[in-house]
């Protein structure tokens, strides 16, 4: 069965941008996922927040390529007023986290969300994992 694994915008941001010293894991997640082995989910408000700082690095076109790359590779999950109203209420101190944690919360069988920051999601019922300790557990699973 291939896993569902919610993935933050860190760590796409890490892998399009080749951010140092992250993106080796981000990429061996990725490559996982076009090797069919995970299906990545990316909530629709993390776009957004991804084209904005891709952008620094690079550029305005250059930004929207990775955006319409990314939205080939993974799935992108909508949120919902639902979304929004489960956010407030699980008493997260990042309320973007929270936004993305009742998100990942729609998606049946979500086996991880994968962040570098693990500290924001304390309270989350949902496996929560950086990459590298993510591909740590896949390779001990194997």
Request: hydrophobic content about 40%; overall charge negative; charged content about 25%.
């Amino acid at each position: 069965m291939v896993a569902k694994v919610f993935v933050d915008a860190d760590v796409v941001i890490d892998f399009f941008t080749d951010r140092a010293p992250f993106a080796n894991s981000a990429s061996e997640i990725f490559d996982l996922n076009e090797q069919g082995k995970l299906t990545l989910y990316v909530s629709a408000v993390s776009i957004n927040n991804i084209y904005y700082i891709v952008r620094k690095y690079l550029d305005h076109k250059q930004a929207v390529q990775i955006v319409e790359e990314l939205t080939e590779m993974v799935q992108i999950v909508g949120t919902t007023k639902r979304e929004i109203i489960q956010a407030l209420k699980n008493d997260f101190k990042d309320f973007e986290d929270s936004i993305q944690y009742s998100t990942a919360l729609t998606i049946n069988g979500t086996e991880a969300i994968i962040t570098r920051n693990i500290k924001d999601y304390e309270k989350s019922e949902i496996a929560v994992l950086t990459p590298e300790n993510y591909l740590k557990l896949k390779e001990s699973q194997d």
